[in-house]
T-cell receptor, first 112, second 115 residues
Framework: GQQVMQIPQYQHVQEGEDFTTYCNSS?????IQWYKQRPGGHPVFLIQ?????EVKKQKRLTFQFGEAKKNSSLHITATQTTDVGTYFC????????????FGKGTKLSVKP | DGGITQSPKYLFRKEGQNVTLSCEQN?????MYWYRQDPGQGLRLIYY???????QKGDIAEGYSVSREKKESFPLTVTSAQKNPTAFYLC??????????????FGAGSRLTVL
């Protein structure tokens, strides 16, 4: 079946270092979404990308959607302790119309 | 403030008992979902409902049941048939009926522990 894979599973960084998580789908996607879950919390929507090659920025966070619309990345510049949490990507089942399929997430820890 | 309320936040259950998790939303969203989260496993869809009085099984529906009698409410019952029910359960909703473009709003979750 359709899979959404994320790497790495865990990432430990020193505060101020950059961080990148990668998301790959086995199916071409109409859109991809990113969520953040703080420790002990619930997933919160960050952004949705819909166009091939799209790049969006939110302060220190940069999101990219691949040209083939099968992969995406989230890059955080100069991490802060507030960035700690698990970042999930999600894409629609069947590529466009189905329920979201979530990757297993990348858990980020930041050492002050 | 609009949002999704899940209760209880923590729940302990003995083996063989059914338990019902509550999910209420005041966002006027049509679609509601139940996910299960286990460590390192991401989010797995249990059931979803696009409209009142209608719901469909997700990827891991066995041992669970739901109802959607009101637009605002989507309770999940974890039955004794669920082999490994200890997990973190998340309820979510989205505007409009289910589609791949829908953005999910999540509740704070219910953590179920079977003793």
């Amino acid at each position: 079946g359709q899979q959404v894979m994320q790497i790495p599973q865990y990432q430990h960084v020193q505060e101020g270092e950059d961080f990148t998580t990668y998301c790959n789908s086995s199916t071409t996607l109409s859109n991809i979404q990113w969520y953040k879950q703080r420790p002990g919390g619930h997933p919160v929507f960050l952004i949705q990308l819909v166009k091939s090659g799209e790049v969006k920025k939110q302060k220190r966070l940069t999101f990219q959607f691949g040209e083939a619309k099968k992969n995406s990345s989230l890059h955080i510049t100069a991490t802060q302790t507030t960035d700690v949490g698990t970042y999930f990507c999600a894409g629609p089942e069947g590529g466009s119309q189905g329920n979201l399929i979530f990757g297993k997430g990348t858990k980020l820890s930041v050492k002050p | 403030d609009g949002g999704i309320t899940q209760s209880p936040k923590y729940l302990f259950r003995k083996e063989g008992q059914n338990v019902t998790l509550s999910c209420e939303q005041n966002l006027n969203h049509d679609a509601m979902y139940w996910y299960r989260q286990d460590p390192g496993q991401g989010l797995r869809l249990i059931y979803y409902s696009q409209i009142v009085n209608d719901f469909q099984k997700g990827d891991i529906a066995e041992g669970y049941s739901v109802s959607r009698e009101k637009k605002e409410s989507f309770p999940l019952t974890v039955t004794s048939a669920q082999k490994n029910p200890t997990a973190f359960y998340l309820c979510a909703s989205s505007i409009g009926q289910t589609s791949g473009a829908n953005v999910l709003t999540f509740g704070a979750g219910s953590r179920l522990t079977v003793l």
